[in-house]
């Protein structure tokens, strides 16, 4: 008699139903659901990380018209199937009924209350197996072969995951949270990322019973926060928490906003004249990317006309001052650049012109003339030595000089009269130290003094 035979049947003998159990082959088919008198409720499949331990959330029922004997004693049994044939007892690998077992597992739920949840502790590889439940309650011994539970045995950490509950948008409020699987609640993975520092972890239950750790965070979005990188890791105690794997998790915010900073251009800068073509271009952040530019021209009366579409506008210069802007848009609203006046070189008076070209000649001249200035209060050094090495000199001269007396009144007198003298003066003459007019001056005053004589 098979195993399968032994464990989906009501038995009622139960000294040859153990005797049947423990001989036969264990490899046997458990799946075959017409004869299971036992259901257990528990995730189908399990991953637990080596070293450390799993919590096997469970529930069973009988099968219908099935009724424990609630006098007596309730015992929960798991047993591992092997992929070879071993007729022997030990795939038994847990009995609630015995103190010393080949695993460590240990029953948490009430078995009254029909609750199976197990801890399994200290897994490896070799724990990677399939697994069945069983009940023992006096006569009445059944194992739930149409529920079997995988469990996988792993040397790496499960990577936390980063959630983000609401609409990821500026000026919106949401809440991130990172949250890591946690097989083993009892020894629960450290969060810790770049949010908040000191970050209490909680420990929440799923609807199957599993458990996961999560820490959260609420925060009002901004465009600053647009491309913000969060990173979350996970550390989970192994070895009976000596040593500790760590995984991490990274995600780049992308936070949607209306045009930015929009501002509008203008090449060449500086003056143009009319008749020149110029370049304005318009440039704006935004996510997502602006859809549209638009070019706006203030009219002198003060209207408002659009001109141009897209970031760049070509313009010909002409005498008026014109002002313009440009105007940025996405798919959540619009922003203006601040004004750009052109102006080209004949808008400019004619005043600021002449004092831009006549002042550098003022300035000029100015200077010119202080140089000279300079140059007559201090003479050079050679003309100081030709004036001061000179020396005088003695100028001899005959001076002829006629007596102004009357005219003779007759022949007589003239032939009897006095000739004219002739007289000698020596005179010294010294140059002049300051100019040739002085020099004349001095000589009137000696020919003044001489005719006196």
Known sequence: MSLTAALCVNVVTVNMLLSVFFLSD??????????????????KEMEALSGSCLLIPCNFRAKEGTQFDSSRDIYGVWIKSDSHFADKP?????????????????????LREQNCTTLFSDLDNSTT??????????????????????????????????????EVKEKKSVTISCSASTPCPHSPPQLT??????????????????????????????????????????TYPVGEGKHGKTKETQLTLNVTYAPKETSASISPSGLVSAGSWVNLTCSSRANPPVSSFSWFLKTE????SQVAEGHFYRHKMTNMTENYYCNATNILGNQRSSWIHLKSEESFPLSTILAGIVSPVVVLIFLLLCVCCLKRKNPTLQQTQNQTGEEEEIHYGDIKFSDQRPAPSSVGEQDSGEQQE??????????????????????QDLYAEVNKK
């Open 129 to 166: 197996k399939k697994y069945f439940f069983r009940i023992e309650n006096g006569p009445f011994k059944a194992t739930a072969c149409a529920n079997p539970l995988q469990i996988t045995v792993r040397d790496f950490p499960w990577s936390p995951r980063i959630n983000i509950s609401g």
């Open 26 to 43: 264990v490899s046997a088919d458990y799946g075959d659901k017409t004869a299971a008198d036992l259901f257990i409720t528990a995730p």
């Open 193 to 234: 990322w770049n949010l908040q520092q000191n970050s209490h972890s909680q420990i929440e239950k799923n609807t199957d019973g599993t458990f996961t750790s999560k820490i959260q965070q609420s925060i009002t979005l901004s465009d600053s926060h647009n491309g913000f990188n969060i990173s979350c890791s996970a």
């Open 422 to 443: 002739t007289v000698y003066s020596q005179i010294q003459v010294s140059k002049p130290e300051s100019s040739s007019e002085q020099t004349a001056e001095d000589l």
């Open 301 to 304: 009366d003060g209207s408002m």
């Open 90 to 110: 030990d795939n038994v690998i847990f009995n609630s009924s015995q103190s010393v077992n080949s695993y460590k597992m240990k029953m948490i739920g009430n």
